[in-house]
């Protein structure tokens, strides 16, 4: 898929359908959160793909808004280290596994944005990093209207030399 048509489509996934991921699609969504650029290539995150059931259904009890992180084929626990970038950066990594997993028709969602204290201890997580996010994976329970998206005008987000004047 092409990167703008992969932005143009991608939507929020919450629902999915009982089908394991490959392997190497795992390391492909994966390595495009490590590929990203970050500022001062200092790269303050940290990664943990979770595939345990068990583990993923803990993950959906303790994450309030996303339940469903239970029924994805995995999750990707996206940690950060307590530097003044890294939320940033680590956003940035998170789109590029957005986008790269949709591009392989795998949907997902960005879940929780902190207050994840509990799942430390059950994945190992130094005190030193904190739980950003939670991105459950999987194959769309439901077929998903690409690209069917409720925006603003672009005229009203997007200007042209000073605010205010209409970038289209």
Known sequence: ??????????????????????????????????LTGSGGNQQPWRFIAVAD???LEYLGAVATSGPYISTAAFAVVVLVE?????VSDASRAVQSMLLTAWSEGIGSNWVGFGG???????LGIPAELDVLAILPFGYPAAAVGRGKKKRKPLSEVAFRDRYGHPFA
């Open 116 to 122: 994840f204290e509990d799942i430390k201890a059950l």
């Open 1 to 34: 898929m092409e990167v703008f048509e992969a932005v143009r489509t991608v939507l929020a996934v919450r629902a999915f359908r009982e089908q394991r991921v490959a392997e190497n699609i795992i390391g492909k969504i994966i390595e495009a959160g490590h």
């Open 82 to 86: 307590k530097t003044p970038f890294a």
């Open 53 to 55: 059931r068990e583990s």
